[in-house]
């Protein structure tokens, strides 16, 4: 199943996307850029963030853009 | 699309007074394979431009000390930047009244945010093709 984020996390997460508009399908990098985003703040989220699993980094990128239609 | 034969890697220059939106930049380009060098301001950028010699500049237009429109009208002007891609990032139309008279002077704009397919597929065609400026292709984010 691989790691699981909690509401802050994702909040951080969200909050890491702020500038980029994702696609309809995930990017392969996508799991790696958000790491590396939230690296210097959130070390351990970072680290959940490349533990994420195909499935979740889809599920992740589904919300990541759901985000976005309420918030642009 | 990682940097290749037909897709050679850029160096790329990002100025962005926005440190979130110059990071999350900084960090797309990389793991692109490029290479990438981040300026805070408009005095900073000529100053890496000229340092780093990029093939791109990424250029905020609302930046401190000089704006984007200000830094590109000097980059022109310098030797040897004939191929030098600039593009203008705006948080508003590329139309709006600041930006007009710098629209000649960037071969692309994008706006924020970012869209990330078409900003790779950008970075893709930058790498393996030069444009005039004034060039108004099809640019990301519009």
Same mark, same amino acid.
């Given at each position: 199943m691989g790691a699981t984020l909690d509401l802050d996390e994702l909040c951080s997460v969200l909050r890491a996307c702020d500038v980029i508009e994702l696609d309809d399908c995930t990017p392969a990098y996508l799991g790696d850029f958000l790491a590396e985003r939230v690296a210097a703040a959130e070390p351990d989220l970072s680290v959940k963030l490349r533990m994420l699993d195909g499935e979740r980094m889809d599920r992740l990128c589904e919300c990541i853009k759901a985000a976005h239609a309420v918030v642009r | 699309m990682l940097p290749s034969a037909d897709f050679p890697a850029l160096r790329v220059l990002v100025a962005d007074d926005e440190p979130d939106h110059a990071e999350s930049l900084r960090i797309l380009l990389e793991l692109w394979g490029h290479e990438v060098r981040v300026a805070r301001d408009g005095a900073e950028a000529l100053t890496a431009a000229e340092q +780093?010699?990029?093939?791109l500049a990424l250029l905020d +237009?609302?930046?401190?000390? #000089?704006s984007g429109g200000e830094v590109a009208r000097r980059l022109r002007q #310098?030797?040897?930047?004939?191929d030098l891609v600039l593009v203008l990032i705006t948080a508003?139309?590329?139309?709006a009244a600041p930006v007009v008279p710098y629209?000649? #002077? +960037?071969?692309y704009f994008i706006r924020k945010p970012y869209n990330l397919t078409q900003l790779e597929r950008f970075l893709a065609r930058a790498s393996r093709a030069s444009v005039e400026p004034g060039d108004t292709d099809e640019a990301p984010g519009t």
């Open positions: - | +780093f010699q990029p093939h +237009f609302n930046m401190p000390k #000089l #310098l030797p040897g930047q004939e508003n139309a590329e139309d629209r000649p #002077l +960037f071969n």
